[in-house]
């Protein structure tokens, strides 16, 4: 069973910083790897899929990388509304068994 | 506008069964996979359910498989899941999701959401 590990499960950071969450899976998914951004009472939205393409109208102050196991999630010059619960996913089974990082809250300093 | 908007949850009984809805709008409905995903209360993100653009291929999570059907009618631009059996741990709120197409898994358009509350 896939496993997908977000670390840290809570960062503090004060605006105008930069932040980088990282998220392991316990096995290569390669490439088939998204982010996802949620606010409370808001559903998720996508950031980066493919690793590290930028969903549309998705800021370029945030940024993908990695592959196979090791992925980060780089945000520049944290803005306000950039504070939230972040979330990887795997995408790569097939037959899907999509996984979900257990999330990590980005709260203000 | 593109958009995903989901109906159907409401309180139900242990042992009951629930029929959400996922109605699109906005885009060329038939030609993307839509998938179900969930969130308990205070928790992370599950995904439980995959029906492919032309409704024929369908997947399920181990923890709703043999008690939740999905379905879609593409003339109608909406997807559907049916949950028997409900236990109190499919308490959730409960979205679907688009998948980009190419991509299978990333999902670029969500709904509201629609909670499910399962309880005696």
């Known amino acids: 069973e896939m496993v997908m590990t977000q670390s840290p499960a809570t960062l503090s950071v004060s605006p105008g910083e930069g932040a980088t969450l990282s998220c392991r899976a316990s096995?290569?998914?390669?490439?088939?790897l998204a982010w996802y951004q949620q606010k409370p009472g808001q559903a998720p939205r996508l950031l980066i899929y493919g690793a590290s393409t930028r969903a549309t109208g998705i800021p370029a102050r945030f940024s993908g990388s990695g592959s196979g196991t090791e992925f980060t999630l780089t945000i520049s010059s944290l803005q306000s509304e950039d504070f939230a619960v972040y979330y990887c996913?795997?995408?790569?089974?097939?037959?899907?068994?999509?996984?979900f990082g257990q999330g990590t809250k980005l709260e203000i300093k | 506008e593109v958009q995903l908007v989901e109906s159907g949850g409401g309180l139900v009984q242990p042992g009951g069964s629930l029929r959400l809805s996922c109605a699109a709008s906005?885009?060329?409905?038939?030609?993307?996979?839509i998938n179900w995903v969930r969130q308990a209360p205070g928790k992370g993100l599950e995904w439980i359910s995959y029906?492919?653009?032309?409704?024929?291929?369908?997947f399920y999570a181990d923890s709703v498989k043999g008690r939740f059907t999905i379905s879609r009618v593409n003339a109608k631009k909406s997807v559907y899941l049916q949950m028997n059996s409900l236990r109190g741990e499919d308490t959730a709120l409960y979205y679907c999701?688009?998948?980009?197409?190419?991509?299978?898994?990333?999902?670029?358009?969500w709904g509201q959401g629609t909670m499910v509350t399962v309880s005696s």
């Open positions: 096995q290569s998914v390669s490439s088939n």
């Open positions: 906005g885009f060329t409905f038939s030609s993307y996979e």
């Open positions: 996913h795997q995408y790569n089974d097939w037959p899907p068994v999509y996984t």
């Open positions: 029906i492919s653009s032309g409704g024929l291929t369908m």
């Open positions: 999701a688009r998948a980009i197409v190419g991509t299978q898994g990333a999902f670029d358009i």
